[in-house]
């Protein structure tokens, strides 16, 4: 689980692939900027974001995306996948302006979209019924979602692999309006078994209650968990669900400070990354300080928690290629981009 560029949390040693690090271990993330991940893939960016690359960490497979025509700033990356989980296809998608409409009720987007099924840049616009005040989004298969918005308590989402409208599509988030301006309202956007799944905590008089969502392709919001928190869990801000299993929620606790993954089902917990327990969380790494400050971060500002989950494929399936692109490994990733730098302090010296 990521914030911004840290990594908070991280799992591996899975059963199906095994690996010895987490997916984040495999990234080059010193020299590049971690945009977005779908299916297995990541989207990477050079400092100066015009230079990005989409890949396969594990299996070093690296696509360097050209530039659109215009100056612009990642927005997203989508995949399409089949009934099976195969990724057929991704697209980047960057930001070149936005246009305040309706007497700054609204807003229009003008996007580039790169496809890996034509490798080239389109055009397109699409309308927002709502002011977007954070571009920071999260992506579920060929769909992207906003929910910082001028309209509180209300997502904004588009599929880029359906295209029938030029419009976002709204979706009221369940049990609003109220808890928008209540303190003892703690909520996260999260994904898990392949949909948006919406998580809240709300502390009341005599126990904290939990509640899960799970979005349907209908856009309606169907309830799977309502359940009181045991008195173990305390002031406890949800964090995320498992990826692939929702029955599971990641808890960060602002009184003890702890990162908690707790089965609703079957009412067990453990704190991760617990030294006193090795045994049991030796597939975990947890970075505690970094935990902590972002953690806090979020909190003070009330918002929704939403993390990064950078997550393996079901299939280790080669990264989809555009036509005449040739695949990069990891090492010439880290070279290009090296050389890139040294170019640009170069340059900037001998101004």
């Known amino acids: 689980m990521w914030y911004g560029q840290k990594d908070l949390v ?17 990234i080059p993330s010193s020299l590049c900027i971690i945009e977005g991940s779908s299916h ?4 990477i ?9 989409v890949g396969n960490p594990v299996l070093q497979q ?3 995306i050209p530039p659109p025509p215009v100056d612009s700033s990642v927005f997203g990356l989508v995949s399409r996948v089949d009934d099976d989980g195969f990724v057929l296809g991704f697209k980047v998608v960057k930001l070149a302006e936005v246009i305040v409409t309706n007497n700054y009720v609204s807003c229009t987007l003008s996007v580039f979209v790169y496809s890996s099924e034509t490798g080239i840049w389109t055009c397109k616009t699409i309308h927002c019924p709502y002011q977007i005040t954070n ?3 999260f992506t579920l298969d060929g769909t992207i979602y906003f929910d910082h918005l001028s309209e509180p308590g209300v997502l904004v989402a588009y599929d880029f692999y359906s295209e029938i409208s030029d419009q976002f599509r709204v979706i009221p988030l369940p049990d609003h309006p109220n808890h928008g301006f209540n303190s003892d309202f703690k909520g996260a956007l999260t994904t898990s078994q392949g949909f948006v799944m919406y998580i809240r905590t709300l502390a009341q008089s005599s126990s904290n209650v939990f509640k899960a969502w799970r979005l349907n392709n209908d856009s309606t919001w169907q309830l799977l ?3 009181g928190l045991p008195s173990l869990i305390g002031d406890y801000v949800p964090m995320a669900m498992h990826p692939f ?3 599971i929620v990641h808890l960060w606790s602002q009184d003890h400070r702890h990162v908690v993954s707790w089965n609703l089902r079957t009412q067990k917990n453990r704190i991760l990354g617990a030294e006193n327990n090795d045994e049991d969380h030796k597939d975990c790494y947890l970075n505690q300080p970094v935990c902590e400050e972002c953690m806090d971060e979020i909190c003070g500002c ?8 950078l997550v393996l494929p079901r299939w280790m399936e080669s990264v989809p290629c555009p036509p005449q692109v040739e695949m990069m490994n990891t090492a010439s990733v880290i070279s290009y981009v090296t050389s890139m730098q040294e170019t640009m302090i170069r340059n900037w010296l001998h101004q």
Do not use: M
């Not at 009330?302 to 989950?309: D, T």
């Open 135 to 137: 571009f920071g989004s």
């Open 245 to 247: 299993d929702s029955d």
């Open 302 to 309: 009330k918002a929704s928690v939403r993390l990064l989950q």
């Open 62 to 64: 690296w696509i360097k």
């Open 40 to 43: 297995g893939l990541v989207l």
């Open 10 to 26: 991280g799992f591996h040693g899975c059963e199906t692939w095994g690996l010895p690090k987490s997916l984040s271990f495999y």
């Open 225 to 227: 968990w309502k359940i």
């Open 45 to 53: 960016s050079e400092n100066d974001d015009d230079c990005c690359f």
